[in-house]
């Protein structure tokens, strides 16, 4: 509906499983977001990659690894995580890097559940 | 540093009543300020933003916002609420670059 798409919708993986996140952004953009929304916590940026550089990386832990092959498209590669990482994972993209006055545009979100 | 709060963690209105979501925002500089929404199950969906010019912005879905310099603040209005304006609402505040900071979120509950 916003022209971003986040698969899987939900996932449910063990702490020793490796999984990885897909988005994609069907609107032309060439920045692009990781958000972690856990319950009773503001959003959290985690990373944002402009022009497939990433540009920001908010002390997000070495489990968490993302990667951005083009510009229409973000993966989180996740290994090894902990149960206080189960969130709602949102990508989101932007048309012009690093513009303050841009807005963001989001997908629907992975609900991950670690157990 | 920028910084953003929503004061109130939920807000109950009467279906055809006036509605208000505050938010009050922590910047230097210009303040670039959005108001986001979301459904249950729902990424979140942009309503609309303020970046300078009329304090008075209208967005989608007959929502509108009051920015306030004097009081730092960027309330969400709309004049007559629906059951289905019940949701999640965030407002944002963005004068870094990428750095998008979020309220903590207030939950609208529209009553038939």
């Known amino acids: 509906e916003t022209g971003v798409t986040q698969t899987p919708r939900h996932l449910v993986m063990g702490m020793t499983n490796k999984k990885s996140l897909k988005c994609e952004q069907h609107?032309?953009?060439?920045?692009m977001y990781w958000y972690k929304q856990s319950a009773k916590k503001p959003l959290e940026l985690m990373f944002v990659?402009?022009?497939?550089?990433?540009?920001e990386n908010n002390s997000v832990p070495s489990r968490f690894s993302p990667e951005c092959p083009n510009s229409s498209h973000l993966f989180l590669h996740l290994h090894t995580l902990q149960p206080e990482d189960s969130a709602l994972y949102l990508c989101?993209?932007?048309?012009?890097?690093?513009?303050?006055?841009?807005?963001?545009?989001f997908g629907p979100g992975t609900r991950l559940t670690v157990l | 540093a920028q910084s953003v709060a929503q004061p109130e963690d939920q807000v109950n209105v009467a279906e055809g009543n006036p509605l208000t979501v505050k938010c009050t925002y922590s910047?230097?500089?210009?303040?670039?300020l959005f108001w986001y929404v979301q459904y249950p199950n729902r990424g979140l969906q942009f309503l609309l933003k303020?970046?300078?010019?009329?304090?008075l912005v209208k967005g989608s879905y007959g929502f509108e916002d009051e920015f306030n310099k004097s009081q730092t603040s960027f309330h969400l209005k709309k004049p007559s609420a629906l059951v289905s304006d019940s949701a999640l609402y965030f407002c944002?505040?963005?004068?870094?670059?990428?750095?998008?900071?979020f309220g903590g979120g207030t939950r609208l509950m529209v009553k038939p």
């Open positions: 989101a993209s932007s048309r012009k890097p690093g513009l303050s006055t841009d807005t963001q545009y």
């Open positions: 609107l032309g953009h060439n920045a």
């Open positions: 990659y402009s022009l497939e550089e990433r540009v």
């Open positions: 910047v230097s500089g210009n303040p670039y």
């Open positions: 303020y970046i300078t010019g009329d304090n």
């Open positions: 944002a505040v963005n004068n870094a670059g990428n750095m998008l900071t």
